[in-house]
């Protein structure tokens, strides 16, 4: 049986089709691609009361299945064409290609109780597009469906046209931004197993990559509204039609037309691209004032017995200033009173945290309790002014620090003398700089400048530097999860961009104190153990920071060796060196000279640790030997500690 529209041409785009005219035993072959195969599986069947010749109709849970076509993105436009007869309140699936286990990733063109619509999914119902017709479809008649989608990641992008005309759509998901790629095979008739749309009916199924125009699917659908509107006057024609008659010759007619859709195409799914690599962070919102849940005193403290009648209204403690009444009592309103020029806590907290960090030991010993049960400041009158000072250069962070470390309290030195442990042993009182084993991540980032390796850089994503093998493996569920350290400069970059996984932190940095990060710490501990001194001997990126020091000296502008030891000490230490350590880092050079000049293995050895490559214009003993006496100067408690 020949039809009229069979001598129309195909519109440009068809990626995969099925006329069903043509089985071989359970094999029919995609008329786009001939050698892409359907396989048949249970009681579906080829009749021969379809719309054109013979059709296909689902029985006895029957499908039809590819694992070669149907491949589409979330940001790729496509057209879907098909001629469809349905029984009364059919609900399931026309076509999918969807992954019930990754929670529906994929497509399908759904019924509904005989309304049709489609889900595009990357993850349901959280990030998804799905949007049903209003109107169900007329039963037992065929109809000619089409289903578009322009790629936009929007469900208003979505648009079903049966016999060529729009159908109103109800958008219930709305939120499309990633992928929708799944391995699953592409099924006619069916979603998941054990699910079929028994009793449908279906001829000439046509899958475009691109978003048909609606005289291209009036024409796939026999109706061709063109060629009477061609032969008219453009004056003749009203709006719709004149859009009608552009939109057939821009695709049809005009090639530069098709190279410019293509290339904005193009640029959408590269922006698309993009906008997908972005992380996604959770943030909160404060509800309209009309929502806002209401908060009532509980019983005994328990949350399943609040009291009612003694609702409690959002404000600020009383001891403190009020809030100001052009503020909203919102969270909004709270960091405006925080930061107000007036508040007496939050500059005082914050300058006392950073004297904290800078002197070892806070001007209030209790940095989390500044109330009544806290510590009275030990310098009242300098934490005011600091907390002013702080305020009136407009909370200006690297200034207040920069006047912290330039005071002449801070340069002066550590050195304890008899009067200092009669009057103030602790150092209260500041008589002399404090004394104080660096925190975990200043001690790797001081190896790092010393050594110049350190990157620099400000900000970015976290980065997996050196640690020892098989970590993640031992707390990751079934042993699954695997770290994979990162290359080149990132290796070498500040300890707060390092990768924290809270499950199993940076060993190095855990063995000097630092905090998990499961609670907040406003106080670390500091201790001193044997690991520490494993670490800083042993580890990987402390052994390469020695040496790229040793590198760094042996480049150095000093040409002796007792120079070489001057300016590698004083570049570690911020001092010269004295007699006796002098007297120990030349020995140390020449029993450690012997050995690598005796075993040249053990040499190589040491300077492969590491990623960075070594200059081979040095001589490997000499540079091996300088890397011994590198570690030992980045293990001097001078080097770890602040004096």
Not at 358 to 368: E, N
Not at 401 to 426: A, F, L, N
Not at 440 to 463: H, Q, Y
Not at 575 to 603: G, T
């Amino acid at each position: 049986m020949s039809l009229p529209y069979r001598s129309i041409p195909e519109p440009s785009g068809l990626t995969a089709g099925l006329n069903f005219d043509a089985f071989d035993g359970n094999k029919t072959k995609d008329i786009a691609s001939p050698g892409r195969n359907f396989v048949l599986h249970g009681g579906a069947k080829q009749t021969d009361l379809g719309k054109s010749s013979n059709g296909f109709k689902i029985e006895k849970n029957g499908f039809l299945e590819s694992t070669q076509i149907g491949k589409l993105e979330h940001n790729q436009p496509f057209s879907w064409s098909v001629w469809i007869k349905t029984p009364k309140n059919l609900t399931g699936a026309i076509l999918s290609k969807m992954d019930e286990s990754q929670k529906h990733r994929g497509y399908d063109i759904w019924l509904e109780g005989g309304k049709v619509g489609m889900h595009i999914v990357n993850e349901f119902p959280d990030n998804a597009l799905k949007a049903v017709s209003k109107k169900p479809i007329p039963v037992n008649q065929w109809h000619h469906l089409t289903i578009t989608y322009d790629g936009k990641l929007k469900g208003s992008g979505l648009k079903v046209y049966l016999n060529g005309k729009t159908q109103p759509m109800e958008v219930t998901h709305d939120s499309l931004s990633k992928t929708i790629s799944t391995p699953k095979a592409f099924r006619i008739g069916r979603r998941f197993n054990g699910s079929s749309t028994n009793g449908l009916e279906m001829d000439e199924l046509r899958l475009y990559s691109r978003v048909l125009s609606t005289g291209e699917i009036d024409r796939l659908g026999y109706i061709d509204p063109i060629l009477p509107l061609i032969k008219e006057e453009p004056k003749n024609l009203n709006p719709a039609q004149r859009n009608l008659v552009i939109d057939y010759y821009l695709n049809r007619h005009d090639p530069g037309y098709k190279q410019t859709l293509a290339a904005v195409t193009k640029k959408r799914q590269d922006l698309n691209t993009l906008k997908n690599k972005k992380l996604t962070s959770m943030i909160m919102g404060d509800n309209p004032p009309n929502k806002m849940r209401k908060t009532y005193i509980l019983m005994r403290g328990q949350y399943s017995s609040p009291d009612e009648s003694k609702e409690i209204l959002p404000d600020t403690p009383s001891f403190l200033p009020p809030l100001n009444k052009d503020l909203p009592k919102n969270r909004l309103g709270l960091a405006k009173w925080l930061m107000d020029k007036d508040h007496p806590l939050t500059s005082r907290v914050t300058v006392n945290r950073y004297w904290q960090t800078i002197f070892g030991r806070p001007l209030v010993s209790t940095p989390g309790d500044f109330g009544s049960q806290g510590s009275w400041p030990t310098h009242p009158d300098l934490l005011s002014w600091l907390a002013k000072d702080f305020i009136d250069h407009k909370w200006d962070v690297k200034r207040t620090i920069k006047q912290m470390v330039m005071s002449s309290t801070y340069r002066q030195s550590s050195q304890t003398r008899p009067i200092h442990m009669e009057k103030d042993p602790v150092n209260l009182y500041h008589a002399r700089a404090p004394r104080f084993r660096l925190m975990g991540e200043f001690v790797r980032d001081n190896a790092l400048s010393i050594s110049g390796l350190l990157n620099r850089t400000f900000g970015g994503p976290g980065v997996k530097p050196y640690q020892p093998p098989g970590l993640w493996n031992e707390v990751s569920l079934n042993g699954g999860r695997r770290f994979v350290r990162d290359n080149g400069d990132k290796l070498y970059r500040r300890s707060m961009y390092t990768y924290w996984k809270r499950s199993a932190p940076h060993p190095g940095m855990m063995a000097f104190d630092t905090p998990t990060r499961e609670t907040c710490t406003l106080q670390r501990q500091r201790t001193n153990t044997p690991m520490q001194a494993l670490v800083t001997l042993n580890d990987e990126q402390f052994v390469e920071a020695s040496r790229a020091f040793a590198q760094r000296i042996l480049k150095s502008t000093a040409k002796s060796f007792p120079d070489r030891l001057d300016w590698a000490f004083e570049l570690a230490t911020g001092h010269p060196a004295d007699s006796i350590r002098k007297e120990v880092l030349k020995d140390a050079y020449s029993f450690q000279s012997e050995i690598f000049r005796k075993e040249p293995k053990r040499a190589e050895d040491l300077l492969k640790i590491g990623e960075t490559k070594r200059d081979s214009s040095i001589p490997p003993q000499e540079h091996a030997t300088w890397t011994v006496l590198a570690s030992m100067i980045l293990n001097l408690d001078e080097t770890l500690n602040r004096e």
